[in-house]
Structures are given as structure tokens and as C-alpha cells.
């Protein structure tokens, strides 16, 4: 048996029998965990309230090998994401972040560069930052990490150097020049802005897009848009959480 420990952030929290919970989370050195806390759902847990989702926590876990089920020791608190978890939208944007790490993170390998994409998400998103961009900025970024979406410098058809405008590849596979998307039967066009967007996130942090004015929401649609077929091309399905975001949104929406 294994004692790990070290900085991690929550992802998930299943019940499980009438005291546990399974915590789903990504710790920063050794990729992505399931645990199982004991007494979690205990009235005097250890635990308290540390165990949810989007917690930067300090966590012991015990691995015991051929198991992919951990046990946790400790949990303490770094920073609460509190605020997010306020609202409707918060709780729901919260869970479509966590999902991505999820599905793309791997286990037991060091995800350095998405543990810091989702820290540094969440710590300008409790600063204030516009949910619609921290989105947007964690979902373009999850994918150019994965290796499936790199910006948008070049058309991977041709090699040309790509301008102010692509189009999406039918197949939802990048983007492509003009002549090749023609060529390919592509009719989805992305202007400028959405480009020019898609190149400033590879230079620019979350928080500077944000001081800078940040980014109007029809740029934001249309990154949003490109990001989901590309998604959906490369894991071939949806995220869950991006429906149930979508539908629910659209409920309440006055
Ligand atoms: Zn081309």
C-alpha cells in the first residue's frame, strides 16, 4: 500500500452506500483519481464540507496496487469554490468544466498543463470573470492540450498560411482554408473574429482576455459552436453535461 498526497482539484462526487462517497479528482502530480472517502456522508465526517466539486484541496489517498479505486486519508481545504456553486448557472457551468478533465485526463499520469488550465479557470472565474469566456477559454484549450485542435495558423490540407477566414471540415476535423472547405464540401465559414480569438488564447491568459475588455458574446457563440463539433468529432459523442447545461438554461431563460 501506497500513501500519496499532494494538491488536487474535485471533479466529481458520487454517494455511495449510506455513509460513503466516491470522489472523482484530478490531482496535479499524478493525473486523474476515483477514491472512496469513508464516512463521507457521515454527520461528523472528517471530510466536512471539503468534498465538492471545483475544491482545490490538499489530499492524502492510500493505492494499493492492481486497484484503480483509491481510499482518501485527509482532505484539506485550499479554496472553496463557494461563490460558483451560488447559482443555477455557476452549478452547471462548474460540472461542464470538471467534465472535461473527466473525459480527456488521463490516469496516473502527471496532467500538469490541465490541472494548471483548471486552477487557473476557476481562480478568475471566483475573481468574476465572464462564465461564457472561462468556457470557452477551458474548452478550446482542453482540446489544443489533447492534441486535436491546434489554432489556427495553417490549413492542414494544403499547408497554406490560413487569414481571416476558414471554414469548419465537414467531418468537424479543424479548420480549413477557404479553397480546401470549398473543395471539401464544407459550408460552415469562421470569420475573423473567431480566428482572431482562437490565436489570442495560445498568448494571452484568461484574466488579460478579461482586462482587455473581454470578448462579445457572438464571438463567443461562434468559438463555442467550432469547439463542440470538434469535440464531437474527436470523442464521438457529447459531453453530458454540455446537453443538460444547454436544456437547462434554455428552461429557465425569462
Ligand atoms: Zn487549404
Redo the contacts with the bound molecule.
Keep these: 500500500m501506497k500513501r500519496r498526497s499532494g494538491e488536487a482539484l474535485l471533479l466529481q462526487t458520487i454517494d455511495l452506500h449510506e455513509r460513503d462517497r466516491i470522489v472523482v479528482f484530478l490531482s496535479r502530480d499524478w493525473g486523474l483519481k476515483r477514491g472512496a472517502a469513508r464516512s463521507a456522508r457521515a454527520r461528523f465526517s472528517r471530510f466536512g464540507g471539503e468534498l465538492q466539486q471545483l475544491a482545490k484541496v490538499h489530499l492524502s489517498w492510500f493505492e494499493k496496487d492492481g486497484r484503480d479505486l483509491v481510499r482518501l486519508g485527509d482532505a484539506e481545504m485550499i479554496r472553496s469554490p463557494g461563490a460558483l456553486h451560488a447559482d443555477l448557472e455557476g452549478i452547471l457551468v462548474s460540472s461542464y468544466l470538471a467534465e472535461h478533465m473527466q473525459v480527456f485526463a488521463q490516469e496516473d499520469e502527471p496532467e500538469n498543463h490541465l490541472y494548471r488550465l483548471l486552477d487557473t479557470t476557476v481562480q478568475a472565474l471566483l475573481a468574476g470573470c465572464d462564465r461564457s469566456l472561462a468556457a470557452r477559454y477551458l474548452e478550446c484549450w482542453t482540446l489544443r492540450l489533447s492534441g486535436v485542435f491546434p489554432a489556427p495558423r495553417q490549413?492542414p490540407?494544403?499547408g497554406?498560411a490560413l487569414g481571416d477566414e476558414a471554414m469548419l471540415a465537414v467531418d468537424g476535423e479543424g479548420l480549413?482554408?477557404p479553397?480546401?472547405g470549398a473543395g471539401a464540401g464544407a459550408n460552415r465559414r469562421i470569420g475573423e473574429p473567431a480566428l482572431a480569438f482562437l490565436r489570442r488564447i495560445g498568448g494571452a491568459g484568461l484574466a488579460r482576455l478579461q482586462e482587455n475588455g473581454g470578448v462579445d458574446e457572438s464571438t463567443l457563440k461562434s468559438v463555442e459552436a467550432i469547439a463542440r463539433e470538434v469535440r464531437r468529432a474527436f470523442l464521438g459523442k457529447e459531453l453530458r453535461s454540455y446537453g443538460v447545461m444547454q436544456r437547462t438554461l434554455r428552461d429557465v431563460a425569462p
Design positions: 490549413c490540407s494544403c497554406n480549413l482554408c479553397s480546401c
